[in-house]
């Protein structure tokens, strides 16, 4: 984690908080240091901001990693949903690739 990266980012999300780009860069910063802060960060970017594509893929492999595979499962398959809807098919197919790799490990 990049402490003066995270002040800046918290900075713009403190002056911005309407910007999903500002929560999504801060859950990055603290998904290997801060697990709590990173979770609590992608659900609010899973519930407020549900359209914002670039969660998802990030989202899911957070919580595969956490060994919350369940919950990784449910979130590529909404994210799968979203970009479907979207018509962003390279980002329906790295996510739908996400979580077939997921499946076969659980």
Known sequence: MNIERVKILEEFYKDNPADPFNIYALALEYQNSNSEKATALFEKLL???????????????????????????????????????????????EIRSLLNSIDDSF
């Open 47 to 93: 519930t407020d901001f549900e359209d914002y594509l670039p969660t998802y893929y990030q989202a899911v492999e957070f919580f595969a990693y956490k060994n919350q595979l369940a919950k990784a499962i449910e979130i590529a398959k909404k994210g799968i949903e979203k970009a479907t809807a979207a018509k962003e098919i390279k980002t329906m197919g």
